[in-house]
């Protein structure tokens, strides 16, 4: 339990949080995938796919080389979508589907920086189409997410402004140290991906979260915590006057974390089943 309380006379300091299998159970793109059939965004065999890629992200993540290949297939995917309309759906599920998934001890650590005076900030690869809507149910300060290209009709491109992954996390949260005035030294991160080593050595106080294999080693050599995150609950149970946080996300972004996890994923699943051919 996190028992230190800021000293205001000093650097400001944040806690750095990925989102999936960190934050929430689940991969937070593909959790929509149902709701994006039902709203005519994707088809039945793309939502079978992605059941299927749930299951192979939950078994054991997406390493490097998939995760980039989601670029290509994102605008494949996602390319021609109604901008509003992904938002809308993602407003109207965003309870049902997120709100069960969210790791007590999650939200607890959460509550803790909080209380401590440290902001909140949620750092994922997924879209901030999902993602914000998500940091603002959990009540983070900022959020740091894909983003995508947006024309003049109001559709997605099917192009990248910005991919938030990897070294590009790192970044990220140098520039809003810089931006902020945070103290990266007295700072935490957390995070299950060992794609996440650059934003997790980045800070002084790094946490492996429910670690993939490659991430379990890396933290054992440097001597890092490991977390075991397993008790999803409802933020209703928890806060029985429980309403939305009034902590909105600050970076503002257009983009969809559904087409980044669920192209690269539905391209894993396509490429197993070559493989097993």
Known sequence: MLRDVENHSMPRTAAFFDLDKTVIAKSSALTFSKSFYQGGLINRRAVLRTAYSQFVFLAGGADHDQMERMRTYLSALCRGWNVQQVREIVAETLHDLI???????????????????????IVSTSGAEVVEPIGELLGADRVVATRMVVGDDGCFTGEVEYYAYGPTKAEAVRELAESEGYDLARCYAYSDSVTDVPMLESVGHPHAVNPDRALRREALAREWPILDFHRPVRLKQRFPAFSVPPRPALVAAAAIGAAAATAGLVWYASRRRTTAA
């Not at 709100?99 to 900030?121: C, F, K, M, N, S």
């Open 99 to 121: 709100d069960p998934i969210i790791y007590d001890e999650a939200a607890t650590l959460i509550e803790q920086h909080h209380t401590a005076g440290r902001d909140v900030v």
